[in-house]
């Protein structure tokens, strides 16, 4: 029995990990093979194959795949940016003076409450009026509209760990609100504002279904592009992976940045004890 | 340093008062605490004067300038809060610097000159060698004195220190009260001290001022308060074992005043007290009733009759102390906790003669229920 018991864990975490690595490190794998080693029913060449970049030529001769990750990067960057910008002094208001009794808190969060497709309808009619179709500008600002709630939310919550009496301490020391913001609240907000960024960035990144009804060929997002490997005659595995390989780069770019402040994020509010 | 002067200060919290019409002086130099239970409206009042809660009514002057309207940034105040507040971000030392580093004061307190004061105040509240420290790495007493530091190292119009030793270790609390009260005295500083703690009060200030539900039920120099307490609440405040509260009829025999609480225990009360006796007397199913206080110092205990005005009861508990023992009593609706001048052995339920200092005897308008707890 005590001998079975560290087996069976390391048995649990290679399981678990597999899970989650097998499908990225498969887009690795495929990404480097030849057409013919990805069709192989061969168990040999499931990876044992000699690397070859035929499928990245391909990708980068034949499709706009370039394009698609700069319209990516562009528009969940500024839309990110637009987002903290607005979610940042909301958040603080309704953390620090409760804005609106309660009530505007929960109205900002209720656009999270229903289908976001249902908004999505009343977006697209708009857009086709106002010319916004298949623009970064357009894809944009439908992208704040979906995260604003959620990150004012999220920093809502990192401000609340801020205790006021921080805040009046300092005051007392001499500075006036708008320094007590950048000396005190500011540094100890970052962690918080860094995961909140990197939640919201991660989300326009990947976001497939409203880039595929505001976009076209302009403003086309790399998710989008993704997608159009799988046509109605076959799927072009090897490019498909081999784009993916540089789409998921920013991911998990993301994800590694993001795990050192987690820790610290859920854990700086300690003022007492 | 200043002057500071409530008059009529109120605080409402919605429609509660958390402070009532609160006026009192603090001259410059003077060291005032403020004692009183939780909730009582102490740190609401140093609140008030540092700016950081709003005034409802009433006005705070520093010297002669009303300071109602200023900003805590404009006060010139320094405050040590109960729950330290350090700032999580900077190490000890630019914890303590940060009041030097102020917009106001930077030009005051060139780089040499903030090190100078900083480590000076850190070595004297023995906190030097924790300065690179961040507050994460500091134990709770560290932090509190890591928290006084930052409140003590300017001289502002008047220091505010909110429970500044509530959370230090019974030795620490010590040594830091003696540096608390040389600071006061080698600087001529302006202090108001708020505790629960009356010992430091007692210890501390040159006035202590009793809070009780956001009034001042006393202020005067502590041992005025301690022995004479204005009001039963303030004695049950002050003391350990609190004074003694005893309700009971007030009954007049051969133009004789007696005291007379349950059966067995009724006291002929001296003439010249009758008067302060009668004053707080109230009608209670047609008796008439009065609240006497006093002290456990203040009742002679013996095995043997004192005097014609002693009494008998018979022991309920005993507590030993180093040199002395307090023994409790039971009666109708209270227990009498006596402190004898030496350490006496005796026996639950053993008689014992009792005797009032006349002397020592409070009559008290009634302003609680007294319960047996």
Known sequence: MKTLKPVLFWIA????????????????????????????????????FTPSLESFEHVFTYTTIV????????????????????????????????TGGGHLLFVTLSTRMFPGFLAAMAYFFVYKDIALMDTHLGLMLFFYYFNISFATFLLYGFFREIAPELEQAAMIDGYSRFDVLRKVVI???????????????????????????????NARTVAVGLAMFWGSI?????????????????????????????VRGLTFGAVKG | MAEVRLENVTKLYGRK????????????????????????????????????EDITSGKIYFDNRVVNELLPQERNVSMAFETYNLYPHFS??????????????????????????????????????????????????????????????????????DEPIAHLDARLKFSTQTLLREFATKYGSTIIYVTHDYREALGLSDRMAVLRRGVIEQIDAPEQVYYYPATDFVGTLIGE??????????????????????????????????????RVARQEDGKRITRLGIQCDDIKLSRDKISDNSFQLPVYAFVHEAERSVVTFELKDTFLQVRTTERTEC?????????????RMFFFKKTFEITKA
């Open chain 1, 13 to 48: 975490v290679v399981l678990v990990v597999f899970l989650f690595i097998f499908p990225i490190l498969w887009i690795f794998v495929t990404a480097f093979k030849l057409r013919a080693d990805i069709l192989s029913v061969s168990m040999g060449k499931l990876l044992f």
């Open chain 2, 92 to 161: 000890v030392y630019e914890n303590i610097a940060f009041p030097l580093r102020s917009p106001r004061w930077k030009k005051s307190f060139p780089p040499e000159k903030e090190k100078r004061k900083v480590e000076e105040i850190a070595n004297f509240l023995g906190i030097g060698e924790l300065l690179d420290r961040k507050p994460q790495f500091l134990s709770g007493g560290q932090k509190q004195r890591a928290s006084l530091a930052r409140a003590l190292v300017r001289k502002p119009e008047v220091y505010l220190l």
């Open chain 2, 347 to 359: 026996r639950v339920s053993e008689m014992f003669w009792l005797d009032f200092d006349q002397d």
């Open chain 2, 17 to 52: 008062a958390a402070v009532r019409d609160v006026s009192f002086v603090c001259k410059e130099g003077e060291f005032i605490s403020i004692v009183g239970p939780t909730g009582a409206g102490k740190s609401t009042i140093l609140k008030m004067i540092a700016g950081i």
């Open chain 1, 234 to 262: 076959e799927i072009q595995w090897g490019p498909m992976c081999a784009a993916a390989s540089m789409a998921v780069l920013p991911t998990l770019a993301a994800a590694w940045f993001m795990q050192r402040y987690i």
């Open chain 1, 187 to 217: 540094p100890l907000i970052l962690p918080g504002v860094a995961i909140t960024a990197v939640f919201v960035l991660v989300f326009n990144w990947n976001e497939f279904l409203f880039s595929v009804l505001f976009t076209k060929i």
């Open chain 2, 241 to 278: 074992p609190p004074i003694n509260l005893m309700d009971g009829e007030i009954i007049t025999r051969d133009n004789k005043a007696f005291f007379k609480a349950g059966k067995d225990f009724s006291i002929q009360v001296r003439e010249d007290l009758a008067d302060a006796m009668n």
């Open chain 1, 67 to 98: 394009r698609e990750l700069a319209n990516s990067a562009i528009i969940s960057v500024s839309a990110t940016v637009l987002v903290m910008l607005f979610a940042l002094p909301a958040a603080y208001s309704f953390a620090r003076w409760n």
